[in-house]
């Protein structure tokens, strides 16, 4: 009977315990969120220009909260924000202004705007990942040519506790500082820096020479972008601009290329700009990282693709080579040797037959290079080197830029190569777009390739030279973009 009513008296403790607190309301702690920056030993010099730094009074106040038994911790984090990202961004421009109104900002060369991914910024209670943290920051200088969104994002260690989450090594600090790193290599890429000091009165910085600042050509399909209001949330880009080529002569406008195609894919083709990757001078493995190898087509872009769902868009300038002893067609890697893209190139038919696996609901593939090796291999005539060309899977839209035995041309007068001037121009333009204001795949390509306003006129009277696009796949009757 004693042993009874000590075990009843232990139960009846038991239920107090859990039980009382629920009786009582909870009280709310607000939790210290630490700021310690340190060095950012990726960014090396400072980039010549001033940043305007804006937080909005909602992300200054953006907050998360966490239930315990007696307890709800709020955590601060918005207010923490501009003094994280003021003191790592100063590691990056020569000058950075945290402003509180969009107002006069005709005299910074960049403006900076964070906000917190509210469904991915979390803080649990107990057990896993205590914390995540991410920012997407949205970038623009002041002429609007430039408008980009990086995106950075850390979760704390299972079991760190809240202090290990917000201490010293600091889950606000780092989304920062990550997004801060890829911000610099964004700016500091040499055309892009050299558009942004244009007619800045100040020195220019070691990155950019005084003649690259003059030189820089601004095409109009790099101003006056068209927005509309298309939305395409699950849609994945893949944007590869290859310039810098180690063993083979400069791709001039690769890079130009690519990010011009992709500032048309946020403005009017409806793509979120995190859904965007680009490949700047891809090597051999960011061609397997993205597209797989043989026999493993998991890569990132498969892993990125929601079923049924999303659209994929990859675009590519830089070389293309034909195999010298397997006439198969190969993407060149920065690094690659021509004599040798057998073993250094990544192949063209591995690459459809792989992207063919993805299940995207459509993909366009988009290329502005040339495969007949005219303008990588020396002394090797291109009329014999025409590349055995894969066969597009059903949902596959394939737009070349020239057929396999011709070259692909630059458009030095627009600083675009010329056939992604005229794709973006017809984008630009809305040319063939009928009434309904709907381009489809038949316009887009039709404008294009058109004999007297397009690609194989313009080769011609520029270059002495015959270019014609290609188009293959279910491309009739799709609709490319709406106005």
């Given amino acids: 009977m004693a042993a009874m009513k000590r075990l009843s008296a232990g139960l009846c403790f038991i239920l107090i315990?859990?039980?009382?607190?629920?009786c009582f309301p909870k009280h709310e702690i607000a939790m210290p969120i630490f700021s310690q920056v340190?060095?950012?030993?990726?960014?090396?010099?400072?980039?010549?220009?001033?940043?305007?730094?804006?937080?909005?009074?909602?992300?200054?106040?953006?907050?998360?909260?966490?239930?315990?038994?007696?307890?709800?911790?709020?955590?601060?984090?918005?207010?923490?924000?501009d003094d994280v990202t003021y003191r790592v961004f100063s590691q990056v421009f020569d000058k950075v202004t945290v402003i509180s109104e969009k107002r006069d900002l005709g005299r910074f060369d960049i403006l900076i705007e964070p906000t917190f991914l509210e469904d991915k910024t979390t803080v649990?209670?107990?057990?896993?990942?205590?914390?995540?943290?991410?920012?997407?920051?949205?970038?623009?200088?002041?002429?609007?040519?430039?408008?980009?969104?990086?995106?950075?994002?850390?979760?704390?260690?299972?079991?760190?506790?809240?202090?290990?989450?917000?201490?010293?090594?600091?889950?606000?600090?780092?989304?920062?500082?990550?997004?801060?790193?890829?911000?610099?290599?964004?700016?500091?890429e040499r055309q892009t820096l050299a558009v942004l000091m244009r007619g800045k009165p100040q020195a220019v910085a070691s990155t950019v020479t005084k003649s690259d600042v003059e030189s820089e050509l601004l095409s109009d399909v790099d101003v006056n972008v068209p927005r509309t209001a298309m939305s395409r949330p699950a849609a994945i880009a893949v944007l590869i601009g290859n310039r810098d080529y180690r063993n083979a002569k400069k791709v001039d406008f690769a890079l130009s290329d690519a990010h011009a195609v992709g500032r048309y894919l946020t403005s009017a083709l409806g793509f979120k700009e995190g859904n965007i990757f680009y490949l700047d001078n891809a090597t051999k493995g960011d061609f397997e990282l993205f597209f797989g190898i043989k026999g493993n087509c998991h890569g990132r872009l498969y892993n990125t693709v929601k079923t049924n769902e999303s659209e994929v868009f990859i675009f590519y300038s830089g070389h293309g080579a034909p195999g010298l002893k397997d006439r198969r067609g190969y993407f060149v890697?920065?690094?690659?040797?021509?004599?040798?893209?057998?073993?250094?190139?990544?192949?063209?038919d591995l690459f459809y037959e792989n992207i063919a696996q993805i299940p995207a609901r459509l993909i366009t593939v988009v290329t502005d290079a040339c495969f007949s090796g005219a303008d990588?291999?020396?002394?090797?005539?291109?009329?014999?080197?025409?590349?055995?060309?894969?066969?597009?899977?059903?949902?596959?839209?394939?737009?070349?830029?020239?057929?396999?035995?011709?070259?692909?041309?630059?458009?030095?007068?627009?600083?675009?190569?010329?056939?992604?001037?005229?794709?973006?121009?017809?984008?630009?333009?809305?040319?063939?777009?009928?009434?309904?204001?709907?381009?489809?795949?038949?316009?887009?390509?039709?404008?294009?390739?058109?004999?007297?306003?397009?690609?194989?006129?313009?080769?011609?009277?520029?270059?002495?030279?015959?270019?014609?696009?290609?188009?293959?796949?279910?491309?009739?009757?799709?609709?490319?973009?709406?106005?």
């Fill in 17 to 22: 315990i859990f039980c009382l607190p629920s």
């Fill in 376 to 483: 990588i291999y020396e002394g090797i005539s291109p009329m014999v080197m025409e590349i055995e060309k894969p066969q597009p899977a059903r949902n596959i839209i394939i737009v070349s830029s020239s057929t396999g035995r011709q070259v692909s041309s630059w458009y030095n007068e627009k600083g675009h190569g010329l056939f992604t001037y005229y794709f973006l121009k017809t984008m630009q333009e809305g040319a063939g777009a009928g009434k309904d204001r709907v381009l489809t795949f038949d316009e887009l390509f039709r404008r294009v390739s058109d004999q007297t306003e397009g690609v194989p006129y313009f080769a011609r009277r520029l270059h002495g030279v015959e270019q014609t696009p290609t188009i293959e796949g279910p491309y009739r009757g799709e609709v490319f973009l709406r106005y």
């Fill in 333 to 348: 890697p920065v690094e690659a040797d021509p004599q040798y893209i057998e073993l250094g190139g990544y192949p063209l």
């Fill in 124 to 188: 649990a209670a107990t057990g896993g990942t205590l914390a995540a943290v991410a920012l997407n920051f949205h970038i623009q200088d002041r002429s609007g040519i430039i408008s980009r969104e990086v995106v950075a994002e850390e979760k704390s260690s299972p079991g760190a506790g809240y202090y290990g989450a917000f201490g010293p090594s600091t889950l606000l600090t780092r989304p920062v500082e990550t997004a801060a790193v890829k911000i610099w290599r964004m700016l500091g």
């Fill in 38 to 81: 340190g060095v950012i030993p990726d960014v090396t010099n400072k980039l010549p220009l001033e940043a305007a730094l804006y937080i909005s009074d909602a992300t200054r106040g953006f907050s998360r909260t966490a239930q315990t038994q007696l307890f709800i911790h709020k955590f601060l984090l918005g207010e923490k924000l």
